[in-house]
Each structure stands twice: as C-alpha cells, then as structure tokens.
C-alpha cells in the first residue's frame, strides 16, 4: 500500500478508491462550536489573528465530521490588510477596505519582505494545528488569487460585478499591472511562509476568475496562478498547487497545463461529466456539490453526490463543494454527504 496522506496522494495524481474529502469555508458560522469561539474572540479579525483560536478553528471540522483535510483558518484579505490597506468587517455585509485608485495608493503599500509580522500569527496558527493534528490528515494553507484580492482592494468592499477593478485596469493598466504583480510577489512570499509553518499544500482562491475572459484572462488569472506555483516548485519542489479559478467556464479547459497547478478546484456550475474528459485528463480535480444541497439534504444531496463521484472515478479526485459552505448549510447533511461518498462504489 502506498504512504502519506491520502489528500497528498490525491493531489499528486493517484485514483483512490475512496476521494479524500473536506469541504470549502469548513469552519464557519454553520458550525455552533465556531460561532463560540469567535464570540470568545471577539469578531472576525480578531478570531484570525488569534492563533490559539484560529487553530481550535480549524481543528473542530475535523474532530466533528472526519474530513481528510483541514484549511488553516485565515481569510485572503489577511494580505491585502499586511500589505498596509485598512481592513474592517462590516456584520452582515461583508469586508470594507480602503481603496486604490493613483500610483499614490500602489506606492504606499509595503515592500513583500515587511509583510511577515503582520502576518505571523497565520505561521503560528499553522504550527499549532500541525502540532494538533492526527498524522493522516493533511493541512491546506491557501491565499487569494492576486486579481480576486486586486478587485477587493481597488473597491474597497466585495462587488457583485467587479466593476471598479475592470474600470481601473482599461483605465490605468500600467499601475493595474504593477498592483498584481506586487500582490504575485507577497503572494509567493505568503504561501512559502505558510509551508515552512508546515502546511502540505496550499489553494489559491480566484474567486472572481469568471469575470476576466480572453487577453485578460491570460494576463491576470493564468499568468499570475503560474509564476506564483512556478516560483513555490522551485523552492518547494514537492508542495502540491490547488488553483482555483472560480466560474472559469470553458477556461478551465488547460488550466492546470497553462499554470502548472496539480490540481483544479471546480465551481458548482460545471458539469462532472463534462470536466471529467476536459479537466481531469490534465491531472486531479476537487469539487463541485453545489453548497445549497448542505442547506437542503435528502434524495438530491446523495443523488448529486454519487453523481461527482461517479464521473470522476476514473481519475484523481478530491470531493469538496463547488463554492464555501453557508451559514445555513446544516451539520447532519454534512454528516450525510460524507456517508454517500465513502459508501459509493464507482462501477
Ligand atoms: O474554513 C475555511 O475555508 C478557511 C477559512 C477561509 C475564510 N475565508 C474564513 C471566513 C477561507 C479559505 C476564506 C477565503 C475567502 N475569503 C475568499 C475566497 C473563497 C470564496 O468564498 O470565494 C474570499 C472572497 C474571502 C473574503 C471574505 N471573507 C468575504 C467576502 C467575507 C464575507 C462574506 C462571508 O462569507 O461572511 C469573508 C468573511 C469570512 N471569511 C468568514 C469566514 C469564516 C465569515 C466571517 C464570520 O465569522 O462572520
């Protein structure tokens, strides 16, 4: 029998009997036990830059449902706050930051190398969780694409069309450029502290990739994903890259080829059969319940989830939701996806 943790083995291309799983957004508000422990912490923020709490975090998915991996509890804005934007969560409307707009708000940010004490209570949190954690499962540390993290940045907030970002970048490329490829830099320096924390992999989270297509697309989802997983290998050569270039659409297609990532998260809007002849033939590929089947359970969770498993069978697969897990997603359907898949037997 082959060794290591079956997530790794995954990631590295081998079909196993059984997908490794865990769940995107895996610890959250869903789950009782987090909402009371960032009631200990106080809010959001502080919750994260807590390593002690951050870690009890990450650990409690694994200790209530069994998944086969944990993801560092951090958030992606984490960077962007480091690199010296203002970051505040506002309750029930999401992230403000402050914005960018002139090469003003570009040149004050801080250089790659001055991120690190900001950030260091991620690296703690990691070495606690890597103290915590049973031997067989594996610990995800991730970051934000830089142009899902650019469009928050330039914002100030999330925005349901990116509008602002799109704006500055036909506007202003030359400094939309520089603004990427400062956040690549800190982003490469970020995700190769997370590994020297212990983190056996890492994700890069584009959660806006969908509203960049063509020339654009190329320069500011492909290019960065592939210097960034490039300049890890050549430091790290054995860390395996999760890209996840969300609502791709037919992008998807020579992803992992075009970015060297070993595997390629799916959104909930791509049809497993389809991804199994155009994406996994590059190499493993993790995804894509939709996150509303945790909300709703029953005869159409198992249905879709026996569905996954099937189409993906006869490759590398890592079973996980198309997008974060919600508030109102329900623990015993979680229970119950888990179930279904470890009892599918792919004919
Ligand atoms: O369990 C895990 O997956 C690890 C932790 C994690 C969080 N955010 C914690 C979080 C991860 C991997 C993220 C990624 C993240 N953060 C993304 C990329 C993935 C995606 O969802 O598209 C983005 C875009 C963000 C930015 C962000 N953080 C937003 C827009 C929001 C507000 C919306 C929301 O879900 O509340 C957050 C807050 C956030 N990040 C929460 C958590 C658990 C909820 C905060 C709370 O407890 O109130």
Redesign the pocket.
Known sequence: MAKGKLLIRALKGENLSVPPIWV??????YLPE?RAT?EKAGD?LS??YNSDLAAEV?LQ?IRRFGFDAA???????LLPHALGSDLW?V?GE??RLSTISDEADVEKLVGCDDIHEHLAPVYETIRIVCRELPAEIALIG?A?APW?VAT?MIAGR?TSNQEPAHRLMVENEGLFSRLIERLTDATIQYLAMQIEAGADCV?L?D?WAGSLGGDAFDKFVLKPCRDITTALKEQYPDIAVIG?P?EAGERYVGFAKATGVDCVALDSDVNPVWAAQHVQIDGCVQGNLAPSHLVTGGEALVEHTRKIVNAFSKGAHIFNLG??IT?DGNPDYVHQMIETVRAEKPG
């Open positions: 995107m957004r895996q610890a959250g508000r987090y960032r959001f919750l994260c990450t998915p993801i560092v509890f951090a958030d992606i804005l969560f309750t999401g992230p991730f934000g899902t928050y999330g994700k989270f959660s996840f969300r997008h974060g508030p």
